[in-house]
T-cell receptor, first 109, second 112 residues
Framework: RKEVEQDPGPFNVPEGATVAFNCTYS??????FFWYRQDCRKEPKLLMS???SGNEDGRFTAQLNRASQYISLLIRDSKLSDSATYLC??????????FGTGTSLTVIP | DVKVTQSSRYLVKRTGEKVFLECVQD?????MFWYRQDPGLGLRLIYF???????EKGDIPEGYSVSREKKERFSLILESASTNQTSMYLC???????????FGPGTRLTVL
């Protein structure tokens, strides 16, 4: 079983739509969780960390469900500029990170 | 802002050549990582280092070695490049928990 799994998509949504991605992880002792955004042919960049209580940054909301071992990312009022690949990352132990393969999002005018 | 730099954005090498990829971070981070990223396979960890002169194998270390002589610099070495090592190579660094990883811009390596 993979450490982290994501639905690769692609997700094609119209501008203004709300879209949600999930990411499941296998190690229940995982301590830290993150969402990254990766544009085509660029490096992943941190979008937001995911806290136990959930967190929000503008149109983006991240949540953690420890019981079911998944994290989620919700994007409201999608913009064309949100088109990218979204990677989740899990840090089960201090020196290890595991990344999902990414979910592709295209926002259509 | 954290800055991670990589020596080349694009590199073309021939089979059998020795290849050096360098990574430098300016945040005094303890941990540094080398990944390769291929379509459909995501990020795969090659090696990581949690201190100077320390290294640990990741998931796919075969065909690669690393060097960390200084805290800010982590080098990836392909001893004898092969065509199946054509990929995007990403370096990253991180501090202690709960810090995340910060990536360099990547090196797109083509081995002919």
């Amino acid at each position: 079983r993979k450490e982290v799994e994501q639905d690769p998509g692609p997700f094609n949504v119209p501008e203004g739509a709300t879209v949600a991605f999930n990411c499941t992880y296998s190690n229940s002792a995982s301590q830290s969780f993150f969402w990254y955004r990766q544009d085509c042919r660029k490096e992943p960049k941190l979008l937001m960390s995911v806290y136990s209580s959930g967190n929000e940054d503008g149109r983006f909301t991240a949540q953690l469900n420890r019981a079911s071992q998944y994290i989620s990312l919700l994007i409201r009022d999608s913009k064309l500029s949100d088109s990218a690949t979204y990677l989740c990352a899990v840090r089960p132990i201090p020196n290890q990170f595991y990344f999902g393969t990414g979910t592709s999002l295209t926002v259509i005018p | 802002d954290v800055k991670v730099t990589q020596s080349s954005r694009y590199l073309v090498k021939r089979t059998g050549e020795k290849v050096f990829l360098e990574c430098v971070q300016d945040m005094d981070h303890e941990n540094m990582f080398w990944y390769r990223q291929d379509p459909g396979l995501g990020l795969r960890l090659i090696y990581f280092s949690y201190d100077v002169k320390m290294k640990e194998k990741g998931d796919i270390p075969e065909g690669y070695s690393v060097s960390r002589e200084k805290k800010e610099r982590f080098s990836l070495i392909l001893e004898s490049a092969s065509t199946n090592q054509t990929s995007m190579y990403l370096c990253a660094s991180s501090g202690q928990i709960p810090d995340t990883q910060y990536f360099g811009p990547g090196t797109r390596l083509t081995v002919l």
